[in-house]
């Protein structure tokens, strides 16, 4: 069954200091969604793309964060400046194209841990 | 906002129909129930949408009230791998973004 990959699966960085996270997403999906959850909490949606351009953002995703899908197969979310509060699992998730009608399929996650 | 009411939590015995429910007395016409779960840390994992019609797949069946407002996940034979949190979420079919509310978390027992 085709997958949604992540790497990497945990990541310690520190504070102010730049990461990037990557996603291999199905190869026919063109629909493409970050989300993060914090420890114990909901998860929340960061941001939508589609073809080369972001569709919707959270007012989570603010300045600090940047999506690129730099190859036609990856698929990264970039978090320039990190914060503690940062620290959380991100999914990556694609979806079919079509009707919209079928479901997500989400990565693993990376566990980010800001020190 | 979640437009679903789930209870936190439920028990199940290994082999027992695990029946979680969902109240979206809010529903609009044109949104589908959709259900996922996640199985401790990890991704979120689709099971089932429907729209009104009653629905089944290899993972479980969906129940969905006549008026709409209620339906039901059935796990007809839970194992301890179904331990996880079930989410019910109310939407357009649409490719946007998914909004999870806290879910049931089902705890599968031997």
């Known amino acids: 069954e085709p997958e949604v990959t992540q790497t990497p699966s945990h990541q310690v960085t520190q504070m102010g200091q730049e990461v990037i996270l990557r996603c291999v997403p199905i190869?026919?999906?063109?629909?493409f969604y970050w989300y993060r959850q914090i420890l114990g909490q909901k998860v929340e949606f960061l941001v939508s793309?589609?073809?080369?351009?972001?569709?919707?953002k959270s007012e989570i995703f603010d300045d600090q964060f940047s999506v690129e899908r730099p190859d036609g197969s990856n698929f990264t979310l970039k978090i320039r400046s990190t914060k503690l509060e940062d620290s959380a699992m991100y999914f990556c998730a694609s979806q079919e194209p079509g009707t919209g009608d079928y479901g997500y399929t989400f990565g693993s996650g990376t566990r980010l841990t800001v020190v | 906002d979640a437009k679903t009411t789930q209870p936190p939590s439920m028990d199940c015995a290994e082999g027992r129909a695990a029946n979680l429910p969902c109240n979206h007395s809010?529903?609009?016409?044109?949104?589908?129930v959709y259900w996922y779960r996640q199985i401790h840390s990890q991704g979120p994992q689709y099971i089932i949408h429907g729209l009104k019609n009653n629905e089944t797949n290899e993972m479980a069946s969906l129940i969905i009230t006549e008026d709409r407002k209620s339906s039901t996940l059935i796990l007809p034979h839970a194992t301890l791998r179904d331990t996880a949190v079930y989410y019910c979420i109310v939407r357009v079919p649409s490719f946007q973004k998914l909004v999870f509310g806290t879910g049931t978390r089902l705890l599968v027992s031997p």
């Open positions: 793309f589609y073809n080369n351009e972001i569709s919707e």
């Open positions: 190869s026919n999906h063109l629909y």
């Open positions: 809010t529903i609009s016409g044109n949104e589908y």
